[in-house]
C-alpha cells in the first residue's frame, strides 16, 4: 500500500490561510484517487475535500466549498489543501487518504491508506 505523511497545519487566527501537504511513497501515485478528512475529539471522520486520480474532478463538502481547494501534482506525488478564511470550526485534525477502488469518494471505509494526521487550530 500506499504511505502517507501529511504536513503544514498549525495555530493561526480567524481569517488566515493554511496549506496543507500530503507526501505520497511506496506506490503509483497517479493510481489513487485521493480525499482529505477531519476530526475533532470525540467526533468521527468528515469529508473535507476529494480529488480523482487526473486532478480533473473535485469534490468539497458542505461547509468547505467556496473556502478550500485541492489540488494534486502527481510528478511530486504530492497533494494539496489550500484553506482560506479559517474559522474557529475548522479546529480539527487534518488526514490525507488514498484509495484504488470505485467507492464513494466520501466515505471513510473506502479508502485503503491514511496519513497520521495534522493539527489545525483556528483561534477567534
Known amino acids: 500500500q500506499v504511505q502517507l505523511v501529511e504536513s503544514g497545519g498549525g495555530l493561526v487566527q480567524a481569517g488566515d490561510s493554511l496549506r496543507l501537504s500530503c507526501a505520497a511513497s511506496?506506490?503509483?501515485?497517479?493510481?489513487?484517487?485521493m480525499g482529505w478528512f477531519r476530526r475533532t475529539p470525540g467526533k468521527e471522520f468528515v469529508f473535507v475535500a476529494g480529488i480523482s486520480t487526473s486532478g480533473g474532478a473535485t469534490y468539497y463538502g458542505t461547509s468547505m466549498k467556496g473556502r478550500f481547494t485541492i489540488s494534486r501534482d502527481n510528478a511530486k506525488n504530492t497533494m494539496y489543501l489550500q484553506m482560506n478564511s479559517l474559522k474557529p470550526e475548522d479546529t480539527a485534525v487534518y488526514f490525507c487518504a488514498a484509495r484504488l477502488d470505485d467507492g464513494a469518494m466520501v466515505r471513510p471505509t473506502d479508502y485503503n491508506s491514511w496519513g497520521q494526521g495534522t493539527q489545525v487550530t483556528v483561534s477567534s
Open positions: 511506496g506506490g503509483t501515485f497517479s493510481d489513487y484517487a
